[in-house]
């Protein structure tokens, strides 16, 4: 069967939180990193493309989702998605709202829908405003975010200055109403001239009634939830197969623990692992800026590999910042990318083929490193984070991707365990 949905993603984490959500249904998901070079081979029934786009300038953001349309097309999809962060991450620029309109405009779509939505993880709208837990948008954390900080909890607002359409909304009250009132509010608006509609979701159930009333639309655009639903309502009409046989690919061998995210939840993770006894080094910019990786590399190839030993850089908030202070914010970040990346290919060179990863800009380091293009998609360890398969340097391995603040405290055990 050839490929049915092709979905884009502006970051790497951002798609195997979406390709773990889909992979729920049965139905095969592979994930490739970046637009492939050569014609899609292989191509599974939901093919998602991760692209690094989410800050880029909005020209450059724009050509590379177009390019993997393209691909997607050519693989045979038929229904697209355009993924984004939970917390509508943007500018006044961009890029959400003009890669929508790239994609409507290659599509000849005319209408499509936004719903970052993703109540499981504390993300909801109720009347085109976002919350994250309790918090609007504009009060949580994400105010303060370096590179999109959220100043306004208005997705009607937030999307407007970043399209040349009209910005309509469906509230909450008409999803509650059912997917034959959604799509009777849509058609009313598509009447009026909008082209772009944010819709209102609060829980599992609402993100069902605009799956099922949007199943149709050449584009949706959204968080990885909204998209959800959509698999089982093709696969009932056959439009998608769910996978036969036993399941996954087993990939055993020794697993190794690698964390660059600084999150909240991710320095709760790594103290739940220290505090087990795993054996661990820290790595430290402002020690990697002077003596580079080799400390590090040292340690991990004195270790016994069956210990699953961890490396993190992963610190507070105060010594993250004291190393930028000194290194500057790209330079710390890089030093510590390149050092886990070259810890990750060692690793893999003594015999590990289970990583666990943790960070988005880490996870995307790291895989580059291992050379992994694809990832086939596994069971799912914590809401958004699934184990992935790859090859790597010849070898079958699997991996796991984890953004910031996903997964529980016992984030690196619950890995080891689901694939035990
Ligand atoms: P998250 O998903 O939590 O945002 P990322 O990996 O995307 O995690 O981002 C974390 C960034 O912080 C990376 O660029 C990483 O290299 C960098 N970093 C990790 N540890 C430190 C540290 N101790 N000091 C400064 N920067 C760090």
């Keep these: 069967m050839a490929t049915y949905f092709g979905a884009i993603a502006d970051d790497l984490t951002g798609a195997t939180d979406l390709a773990g959500l889909l992979a729920r249904s049965g139905v095969p998901v592979s994930l490739r990193m970046g637009v492939p070079d050569g014609p899609p081979v292989d191509a599974a029934a939901i093919e998602i493309i991760a692209l690094k786009c989410r800050t880029e300038p909005v020209a450059d953001a724009v050509a590379e989702t177009c390019a993997a349309l393209a691909w ?21 620029q961009g890029n959400i709202g003009p890669v929508a309109e790239a994609l409507m405009a290659d599509l000849g779509a005319y209408q499509t829908i936004y719903c970052p939505a993703f109540p499981e993880n504390g993300r909801s709208i109720f009347m085109g405003n976002l919350f994250v837990g309790e918090q609007p948008l504009a009060e949580s954390p994400m105010k303060d975010h370096p590179l999109t900080p959220m100043r306004d909890s208005n997705l009607m607002r937030l999307l407007a200055p970043q399209v040349t359409g009209a910005v309509g909304l469906a509230n909450r009250l008409v999803v509650a109403k059912g997917a034959a009132a959604l799509a009777a509010r849509l058609a009313e608006l598509r009447a009026q001239g909008i082209a772009h509609v944010l819709v209102d979701a609060v829980s599992n159930d609402d993100l069902s009634v605009i799956a099922a009333a ?27 197969a769910r996978r036969q046989g036993a399941g996954f690919a087993r990939v055993d061998g020794p697993a190794v623990l690698l964390s660059g995210s600084c999150s909240a939840m991710t320095n709760r993770q790594v103290a739940a692992a220290l505090a087990a006894g795993r054996p661990a080094f820290r790595l430290d910019p402002l020690e990697l800026a002077e003596r580079g990786a080799r400390p590090a590399l040292d340690w991990l190839a004195a270790q016994d590999m069956a210990a699953t030993p961890l490396l993190y850089a992963t610190a507070e908030p105060v010594a993250v910042r004291a190393a930028q202070d000194r290194l ?32 988005g800009e880490t996870s995307g380091a790291v895989a580059k490193a291992l050379g992994i293009k694809r990832l086939d998609i596994g069971p799912e360890i914590a809401a958004g984070v699934p184990w992935c398969f790859a090859q790597s340097g010849g070898q079958d391995v699997a991996i796991t991707l984890k953004s910031g603040n996903f997964g529980a405290e016992t984030f690196f055990a619950d890995a080891l365990e689901r694939l035990a």
């Design 328 to 359: 500057g914010k790209d330079c710390a970040g890089k030093l510590v990318e390149d050092a886990l990346a070259a810890c990750a290919v060692l690793a893999r060179d003594q015999g590990a083929r289970r990583f666990v990863v943790a960070g």
């Design 72 to 92: 997607l097309r050519r693989a045979g999809a038929q229904r697209f998605f355009w993924k984004y962060c939970s917390t509508f991450d943007s500018t006044q």
């Design 214 to 240: 949007c199943q149709d639309m050449a584009l949706m655009t959204g968080g990885s939830a909204v998209a959800m639903p959509l698999p089982a309502l093709w696969a009932a009409q056959g439009l998608v």
